[in-house]
């Protein structure tokens, strides 16, 4: 099964600091997915990757996908108390589709 | 308002019951998913369903049960072979399963928190 490990574990950040996560596959991705949850909740789904190379933004959030598609990157730019949250990857390989495989997320503490 | 709805919020459940967790969901998703999220551990998939009346297991199905008798509905049973219920328990639907990309994002009810007395 396709493994994704996501780093850091947790960070913390003052407000208006910009912040990047990774999430690492060991097989190649065919589609890689970032979702945030606030503790206790449901996940948000914020944006989905496929092509090498792609980058996507949202608002101050900006995910990339490598060329090799085996890394992505989740940027956040300037940020605010309403970025505080687990931000998880999701990902679904060539032989698997509609069975994602989640990062173990990384929590992100936004402090004044 | 389309969505995925998630009931009971908290269930508290006593050694050797069985438990059922509801999931409803009217976006015309055709797959349904369950997962299980324990802290540091990330979600861990325990059913999924295609398509009505069919259903496969998961990473983690020992213990559980479920059902797909109608598209909207896919409730999920925690039976008491399962040694460690308590969790965090989500579930999820898509449009297609079968088709790579935006049409195989998975949305997520709010959760059921499942514990154990």
């Known amino acids: 099964s396709q493994e994704l490990e996501q780093s850091p574990q947790s960070l913390i950040v003052q407000e208006g600091k910009n912040l990047t996560i990774n999430c690492t596959s060991s097989?190649?991705?065919?589609?890689l997915y970032w979702y945030k949850q606030k503790y206790g909740e449901g996940l948000i789904f914020l944006m989905m990757?496929?092509?090498?190379?792609e980058e996507k933004s949202h608002e101050k959030i900006t995910a990339k996908l490598d060329e090799k598609k085996q890394q992505s990157s989740l940027h956040i730019t300037a940020s605010q108390p309403s970025h505080a949250g687990i931000y998880l990857c999701?990902?679904?390989?060539?032989?698997?589709?509609?069975?994602?495989?989640f990062g173990a997320g990384t929590q992100v503490v936004v402090t004044p | 308002d389309g969505g995925i709805t998630q009931s009971p919020k908290y269930l508290f459940r006593k050694e050797g019951q069985n438990v059922t967790l509801s999931c409803e969901q009217n976006?015309?998703?055709?797959?349904m998913y369950w997962y299980r999220q324990d802290p540091g551990q990330g979600l861990r998939l325990i059913y999924y369903?295609?398509?009505?009346?069919?259903?496969q297991k998961g990473d983690i199905a020992e213990g559980y049960s479920v059902s797909r008798e109608k598209k909207e509905s896919f409730p999920l049973t925690v039976t008491s072979a399962q040694k460690n219920p308590t969790a965090f328990y989500l579930c999820?639907?898509?449009?297609?399963?079968?088709?790579?990309?935006?049409?195989?994002?998975?949305?997520f009810g709010p959760g059921t928190r499942l514990t154990v007395l």
């Open positions: 976006l015309n998703h055709d797959a």
């Open positions: 999820a639907s898509s449009p297609d399963p079968g088709l790579a990309g935006i049409s195989n994002t998975q949305y």
């Open positions: 999701g990902a679904d390989g060539a032989d698997s589709w509609g069975k994602f495989q």
């Open positions: 369903s295609q398509i009505v009346n069919d259903f």
């Open positions: 097989k190649t991705l065919y589609g």
């Open positions: 990757l496929q092509k090498g190379g």
